[in-house]
């Protein structure tokens, strides 16, 4: 079982900058393909980000060459770098993990661990 714990989130103006972590616990996540989510005010969640215990990593369209995921293994944590950052990106961010595929990220994996949240809202 893994718990994750997001940070990092706030307020920040347009252009701006903020990096968000995700810390786990209860198990290593080494093998796990972990992922960024964010739900936005009246709209689903969507994938942002995901890499693989390989480091591949992949991004969707919409934050393509301004975020950055990568992990620390010997932490245990998750990063989400997020520069250039709009108000379209407001929304809640959350960290997810899941050891089904032994580290890789198939497409429309359904993950199975979440964390609870970190705010960005962006102006």
């Known amino acids: 079982h893994v718990q994750l714990v997001e940070s990092g989130g706030g307020s920040v103006q347009a252009g701006g900058s903020l990096r968000l972590s995700c810390v786990a616990s209860g198990n290593t996540v080494s093998r796990h393909c972990m992922g960024w989510f964010r739900q936005g005010p009246g709209k689903e969640r969507e994938g942002v980000a995901a890499?693989?215990?390989?480091?591949?990593?992949s991004y969707a369209d919409s934050v393509k060459g301004r975020f950055t995921i990568s992990e620390d293994n010997a932490k245990n944590t998750l990063y989400l770098q997020m520069n250039s950052l709009k108000p379209e990106d407001t929304a809640m961010y959350y960290c997810a993990a899941d050891p089904s595929y032994g580290g890789r990220c198939p497409p429309h994996l359904i993950f199975g661990y979440w964390g609870q949240g970190t705010q960005v809202t962006v102006s």
């Open positions: 890499i693989g215990s390989d480091g591949r990593a």
